[in-house]
């Protein structure tokens, strides 16, 4: 059995990511031999953590963490919003799969935040119905950095932004899932959020401070519906 606390979990997506940065990544878990030990095995208390990420193509979840086959549960949207198919599919890694930690993955360059700021300013094309629903989860994130802009201490907005929208995404899950409030509450999983930057393939983790502000700003708001 893997040592599969939050703390030993988070360390070895650190050191994975540490080795993926140095150009020393060591691909562990990743042979066919992994997927044939994968076919007797449950992913039950093996994966360590579930990520909810940007689909991206320059954001690969298990190459930036120098991770295998059963090691990470990954949910991936445009922009790392939270819907009912998200909430459930993170319900399925923190519930069911059990990992220790669950990590909110955002991005420099996120093309779905500055679309959503191009909109917010009137300078976006004509976008489908189902890309505008995906923009109208990561709104409230840029109006929240929109509305501080004079104290952003020198990040862009866009960066900002994709800051605000991992809380928001957080937010919206845990306005949607009693299971993964009673699991942070309880402390049954461990929630992180982290910066990924695609231009040196760095991961700046982000005060976990925010988790339970998050959490305590839900708590009201569930309390005054
Ligand atoms: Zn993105």
């Known amino acids: 059995m893997r040592d599969r606390t939050p703390e030993s979990a988070l360390k070895a997506l650190q050191e994975g990511n540490q080795r993926f940065v140095a150009n020393e990544s060591g691909h562990p878990r990743s042979s066919y031999e992994q997927t044939i030990m994968a076919k007797a095995l449950d992913q039950t208390y093996h994966a360590i953590a579930t990520f909810v990420a940007c689909s991206d193509s320059r954001m690969p979840v ?81 109006l929240n950095v929109l509305n501080r802009e004079e104290d952003l201490n020198g990040q862009s907005v866009l960066d900002a932004s994709v800051e605000q929208n991992i809380w928001q995404g957080l937010h919206d899950l845990f306005m949607k899932s009693k299971l993964v409030r009673d699991k942070y509450a309880n402390g049954g999983v461990k929630i992180i959020g982290g910066m990924y930057d695609v231009e040196t393939g760095v991961v700046r983790w982000l005060d976990e401070k925010n988790v339970s502000n998050v959490y305590a700003s839900v708590q009201l708001e569930l309390e005054n519906e």
């Open 62 to 142: 298990e190459r930036i963490f120098d991770v295998g086959i059963m090691d990470a549960f990954v949910v991936r949207t445009a922009g790392n919003v939270i819907g009912v198919d998200q909430a459930g599919s993170i319900e399925y890694g923190v519930g069911v799969v059990a990992t220790p930690l669950l990590v909110f993955l955002g991005h420099t360059k996120c093309g779905a935040v500055q679309t959503t700021i191009d909109k917010l300013y009137g300078k976006a094309d004509e976008l489908t119905p189902s890309i505008n629903a995906i923009i109208a989860k990561i709104r409230p994130a840029v």
